[in-house]
């Protein structure tokens, strides 16, 4: 019987491992969450955020997991009468698409194979109707562990089409991969903390473009909780619109802090050389499920070329040394297994993982 109170160490693609100083964060006494001290932390770590994601734009902390903000992104930016175009390669930029048509919006489907990357070409080839008044993409898809070249389509949705809104999901790439929000021109990105923040899961960090804003004013029926301009008129404030997820706000704070004092230049650096490091594994003894060129900096989906019980490996290194990877994500499980390498997981931390790995399939 597995002890929840003696919980594994992480590598699945999130929650990941939470160092213990970013835990006692969420034992420092709670704080009135209308009063002036959670208001200052609020706005510090606004402001911290601001610099990690490249933005003078709205920054917007969300007491649910980043899924919320699919229905935010879709409820407050796009009309009844407007058309969405769904990029699809995965799990979660297929569910993108399921909660656009929930909210009663008309989507197009641009669907590759999982594991194939979208490429601008094929955005450019859809768009050219004229016909959509936003775009949705995944920067990094968590079910395949490929990364969408999402800066090579950013500079061909600013020349092409610049009226088109941009909505990114970025909960397995933010932080980890580079995220110039006003550069790339998106109008909403979105992030949960439980992947490479490294936080325990509750809280959803998401910026929001200014004409994002402004077009958000004209859709009438936003919903409430994730109406944007709730956020607006709370983060004047430096508050959120309903109750925050105060312990996980302090612990963001915390990371936040860390990351601008290592450089994110050189936190993009370091996700890469883990993910080289895995990957270089995955090729000698397995293979990788996304082409190299699209393959994910934040976590590796290997394809099981040797026909290993995956649930088994994962059950027996568990037993013997308290720790998981993950299995392959819905209709790809056993047949790629995935091992995450962001937020506070180590080179030393992933060398003990897979040779733990080498030692049950060998």
Wanted: net charge negative; glycine share 6%; aromatic share 10%.
């Amino acid at each position: 019987m597995t002890d929840w109170k003696n919980p594994p160490t992480l590598f699945i693609p999130g929650p990941v491992k939470v160092l213990p100083e970013v835990l006692a964060q969420l034992a420092i006494p709670t704080l009135g969450h209308r009063g002036k001290e959670y208001s200052q932390l609020h706005g510090e770590t606004v402001t911290m955020l601001k610099k990690i994601l490249h933005t003078d734009q709205n920054v917007f902390l969300s007491t649910s997991s980043a899924s919320g903000v699919w229905e935010g992104s879709i409820r407050n930016c796009v009309q009844m009468d407007e058309k969405i175009l769904c990029t699809m390669c995965g799990a979660f930029s297929d569910k993108y698409a399921t909660v656009a048509r929930a909210n009663g919006r008309e989507v197009d489907e641009l669907k590759v194979d999982w594991g194939q990357a979208i490429t601008a070409e094929m955005i450019d080839e859809k768009l050219a109707t004229g016909d959509y008044a936003a775009v949705t993409m995944v920067y990094n898809e968590t079910s395949t562990g490929l990364t969408n070249p999402v800066y090579e389509i950013s500079k061909m949705l600013r020349e092409k089409y610049p009226d088109v809104l941009v909505f990114v999901d970025a909960v397995s790439a933010m932080v980890g991969l580079p995220l110039h929000f006003d550069e790339l021109g998106w109008d909403i990105v979105f992030a949960s903390v439980q992947k490479a923040f490294a936080i325990p899961p509750g809280l959803a960090v998401f910026a929001v473009s200014d004409r994002a804003m402004e077009k958000a004013k004209t859709v009438p029926n936003r919903g409430y909780y994730f109406d944007f301009m709730e956020f607006a008129k709370s983060g004047a404030k430096d508050q959120t619109p309903t109750t925050p997820a105060i312990p996980q706000t302090m612990a963001l704070h915390y990371q936040c802090t860390r990351l601008l004092e290592e450089g994110m230049e050189n936190v993009w650096a370091r996700h890469k050389t883990m993910a080289e490091f895995v990957r270089t594994w995955a090729k000698s003894k397995f293979g990788l499920f996304a082409p190299e060129e699209y393959a994910s900096n934040t976590l590796t989906a290997v394809k099981n070329t040797r026909g290993i019980n995956v649930a088994e490996t994962i059950k027996a290194i568990q037993e013997k040394h308290n720790t998981i990877f993950g299995n392959g994500y819905g209709k790809l499980k056993e047949e790629t297994f995935r091992i995450a390498h962001m937020g506070d997981i180590t080179i030393d931390d992933l060398k003990k993982l897979l040779s733990w790995i080498d030692e049950e399939i060998e």
